[in-house]
């Protein structure tokens, strides 16, 4: 598998195919070519994992400002469904981290929606994640067949540059989630969405 960024108008519209593909969205939702464009000309970065000549993931991330310091908002990931729980989505946010490290970007930032078990697993206990933020219903209704029906609260996430930790015990409910995770456990009921979990979590790179 070769990780590297994306920079010609073919490999954003591999980019547009893949989120068709792993998410299901209407058109509505879908970022077109011409982000990923405006994304690598002002300092962000369109990243793509390559099996051979085929594109098969990718992850996007967006310069920002925050406390007067630069940070990248880590946008999407997009996983082609013949790949998915092959460990790519990791290897993409460990790339990420290592392009924000030679640009001297101290912060990496996301959302994620935690009643996804895999997305939550791989957020807190494979990256080391810290959650920091909890928004209900951030982004409005949503078309993805995964989130249908579902608000798209969002909590937000951070893990800097150094050695990846794990604290999820700062917001309500953390402790238990976390040794849900461990045990394999869902952490959330089917028939709704639990009081200790919220919606979606935003996260920051540590």
Known sequence: MTIRPLTDIAEFQGCVALQREAWGSADIDIRPVTLFVTQSHIGGLVLGAFDQDRLVAFINATPGIR???PYWHSQMMAVS???WNSGIGSQ???AQRNYARR???RLIEWTYDPLESKNAYLNITKLGAIVR????NL???ITSRLQ???ESSAASEHRRRHPARAHTSRYPGA???KSRLRKGRPTASSGGISEELPRRLFCRRL
Request: charged content about 30%; cysteine-free; overall charge positive.
């Open 175 to 177: 402790q238990k989630t």
């Open 103 to 105: 640009r001297g970007l």
């Open 148 to 150: 249908q029906g579902l």
């Open 67 to 69: 406390n007067g310091r």
């Open 81 to 83: 469904k013949d790949y």
């Open 139 to 141: 982004y409005g209704e």
């Open 92 to 94: 993409l946010k460990l």
């Open 133 to 136: 933020r909890y928004y209900v």
